[in-house]
């Protein structure tokens, strides 16, 4: 991910609140002053207070998450990016994941690629779509990504958990969920628009052709949301509605302190789905460490991230889903 302009800290929001080896640089983050004006009140309905609300396991998302940065380097074409893939392979092998497999042309020529999908199919007509990217920087065998690429990669797995303790062998209670680990998130000489998010331009296009892009309702990135000290973006280039339905779940959950504390435009993966039409909102913390200084550096790992971090954010996704469906 990339930072579109480096933004001064803004004051905190009514609501509550990757480019840089000079050889290969994330795309993801960008900060824009004009990009994000406050954000108005939820409207999305709240739940009952005597609803039982949905959670993840964040000391499981934890382990996923020390198992894949256990692999080293998961770049394209390294060791560790074969050994990731075979863990999602094994990881989700009951629920018949979609291996999207392509080739795209690279600064080093083309390169093979491979998006996993997994499906939960729901009892209400539309589809939301909550994806991470699981590469880290390329060539750099010193960058394990804890929390960039770690984190989003564990996640899903924590959340794939808890969507199948739903079903219970039928349907999920409300839209399908998509669970997507993209691959080539990170750019492979220096970020521009045809330098990076490999697996999300490959995908946005595929369901813009196929029909998949008008049947989707949300599509929820995760970036960087391990860090100890979590506090996501008020994301600019995410959708307004989307962003308060998510804000919503926050404040439901009673964590939105930690959500959309700063004003801030990222480039990251959502922007492909974006320009197919499909309503997207980035849960990214872009100030990882002092100054960010943990982003894109060796410094990236286990110890800078928490269980309770991945909690957070999984059961805020989770409900945001919830939500989503009641309306």
């Given at each position: ?72 380097p ?22 018949d ?16 690629m ?8 729901g009892?209400?007509a ?61 750019a ?120 309770q ?19």
């Open positions: 991910m990339r930072q579109l302009l480096a933004l001064g800290l803004l004051a905190p929001l009514v609501l509550a609140g990757c480019s840089t080896n000079s050889a290969a640089a994330s795309p993801a983050e960008s900060s824009n002053a004009a990009a994000s004006a406050n954000t108005p009140e939820p409207t999305a309905p709240a739940p009952p207070s005597s609803m039982v609300l949905p959670h993840i396991d964040g000391e499981k998302a934890y382990d996923y998450t020390r198992q894949v940065v256990s692999f080293g998961r770049y394209l074409g390294s060791a560790g990016h074969a050994k990731v893939e075979q863990y999602l392979r094994s990881k989700l092998k009951g629920d994941p979609v291996e999207d497999s392509f080739t795209m042309q690279t600064p080093v020529g083309p390169k093979p491979r998006n996993f999908i997994a499906k939960f199919p009892t209400k539309g589809i939301v779509v909550v994806a991470g990217h699981y590469d880290t920087l390329y060539g750099r065998d010193d960058f394990v990504g804890a929390n960039d690429g770690g984190a989003s990669t564990g996640i899903l797995l924590a959340i794939a958990d808890q969507l199948r303790s739903q079903m219970r062998g039928k349907k999920l209670d409300g839209y399908s969920v998509w669970l997507v680990w993209l691959d080539a998130e990170e492979i000489k220096q970020w521009s628009d045809t330098d990076s998010i490999y697996g999300a331009r490959h995908l946005a296009d595929k369901w813009k052709n196929d029909g998949t892009a008008p049947q989707i309702k949300a599509f929820i990135l995760e970036d960087m949301i391990g860090d100890k000290d979590l506090g996501t973006e008020d994301e600019g280039n995410s959708s307004p509605e989307l962003r308060k339905i998510v804000y919503q779940a926050a404040t439901q959950l009673g964590v939105q302190s930690h959500f959309f504390v700063r004003q801030n435009a990222m480039e990251d993966d959502h922007l492909a789905f974006k320009k197919v039409g499909i309503p997207v909102v980035d849960l990214i913390d872009y100030n990882y460490g002092y100054n960010n200084s943990y982003w894109h550096t060796a410094d990236d790992t286990m110890d800078k991230i928490s269980p971090s991945l909690q957070m954010v999984g059961d805020v996704t989770l409900l945001t889903i919830r939500l989503l469906a009641q309306r």
